[in-house]
Structure formats: C-alpha cells, structure tokens
C-alpha cells in the first residue's frame, strides 16, 4: 500500500472526515491514512497515534519519506492519550474490533472536548460501538458496510447530537445488532455479512444443544436464537 491510493477500507473511512478537519487517527499503524488525508488536502493537519513502538517507528518513517512532518505528528501512546483536549476535531480509528474501540473512547473520553466527528470502522462488534455512542450524546449520522479482498467492513460515522434520533423504540436491539442505516439499505455486503454470522450461530446452537445442560447454556441459547431470529426477519425483506 501506498499513501497515493489507499484501500477501498481506508478510503471509504476518509471520505467521512470533514474537509478542513484536524484529525487523530487512533491505532494509525503506517499513517497511511493521514498521509493521504494530508496529501490530497481533505485535512489541515494530523497525530498519528500508536501504541506499539515498532508501528510506531514505520509510521514516523512512512511520514518523513513523504516529507509530512510539517504537517502530521506521530505520537506513541494508548488510546486517546496522544491527545489534548481540543487539539483535534475529528478522530478517526479503523481495523480494530468494536469491543477496543468503545473502550478507547470510553477510557479517553475527556479528551473529546472540541470533537464534532468520530469517524469508526469496527473489524467485529459494531454493535459496542453504537452502544457507547447511544449512551454518551453521539448521534449515529451514516453506516456503510463494503466488501474488500472478501471481507466485510462496517463504517460508521457520529456527530455530537441527539443519539436516539436513528433508533425506533420498538426495533432499537434489532438496530443495535444491524445498523439502523444499514437494514434500511441491505445491500449485497450487509446480505453476505449477516447470512455468515447466521450460519455461524447456527453451528454453535447445534454443538450446544450435544453439551450438557445448565442454567447459563439456556441463556447464551436463547441469546442467539433471539439474534438468529432477527437477523432472518431483517434478510427476508
């Protein structure tokens, strides 16, 4: 990969920033993101966070053979800790799994003072995401879902705002699991992704019903009957 064409992934994640955005990108890995936000003037100026020293180190590199130093900062941190309160306005973080990502913003949500956008891209578990988003005043504003290389990448992106507005009460665990916007549209990514997981649960229940029976097995069952049953209900529109 090269900073002068991304990946489907990471394109799609940078066209969700705001043109004139000072962004973080969080897990930056290469800073392969923030040298083409920079590079194709979609951003004034960038961190590139990340937490490993040897990413790290190919980050600082990627930006120096670019000549970005002026204009991208590499820093070696946790999480949001790269960052003052602030500093950024946009906060991007791509290809971790969902669960990491809510307990990033959750662990440095002081420092998302000045923040208007949040632009997520989840590997698993978009649902811990849009839960945290619903419970600290982030409103949902768009989900796409794409698929590259035969994965299925979910991209979501939150503004500060009213974080039941993409929700129904009646079919907000439904939502929760899918995507609001995502159900809406059940495009052919959406279709493939869920059939999967279906497929996925569906094996785990068969196994389940052989093992021997408790209390809690009952329940993790009966979870994902629920989830099979929804996502089936959703797919057959």
Same mark, same amino acid.
């Given at each position: 990969m090269n900073i002068e064409q991304l990946s489907k992934r990471l394109e799609t994640v940078v066209s969700y920033i705001p043109r004139g955005s000072k962004i973080a990108d969080i897990g930056s890995d290469h800073a392969y993101l923030p040298c083409f936000a920079v590079r194709? @003037?979609?951003?004034?100026? %960038?961190?590139?966070?990340e937490v490993v020293k040897g990413p790290y180190l190919s980050?600082?590199?990627?930006?120096?053979?670019a000549c970005l130093q002026d204009k991208i900062e590499v820093r070696?941190?946790?999480?949001?800790?790269?960052?003052?309160?602030?500093?950024?306005d946009c906060i991007t973080i791509a290809g971790? @799994?969902?669960?990491?990502? %809510?307990?990033i913003l959750e662990e440095g949500k002081g420092k998302l003072t000045g923040v208007k956008r949040l632009v997520l891209?989840?590997?698993?578990?978009a649902k811990s995401i849009r839960i945290w988003l619903l419970q600290n005043d982030w409103e949902l504003k768009s989900e796409e879902i794409i698929e590259e290389d035969g994965k299925v990448y979910e991209i979501l992106t939150a503004?500060?705002?009213e974080p039941e507005r993409p929700y129904s009460n009646e079919q907000q665990a439904k939502e929760l699991l899918l995507g609001p916007f995502l159900m809406k549209?059940?495009?052919?990514?959406?279709?493939?992704?869920?059939?999967?997981e279906s497929a996925q649960w569906k094996n785990i229940l068969d196994n389940m019903e052989k093992a021997a029976q408790s209390d809690a097995?009952?329940?993790r069952k009966n979870e994902l009957k629920n989830k099979i049953q929804m996502v089936e209900e959703v797919l057959s529109k």
């Open positions: 194709k @003037g979609i951003v004034e100026s %960038a961190i590139a966070g980050a600082v590199k990627q930006v120096e053979d070696l941190g946790n999480g949001l800790e790269v960052i003052t309160p602030g500093e950024v971790m @799994g969902g669960t990491l990502i %809510a307990s891209q989840p590997n698993v578990s503004d500060r705002g549209a059940r495009n052919e990514a959406f279709r493939k992704k869920w059939m999967q097995l009952n329940e």
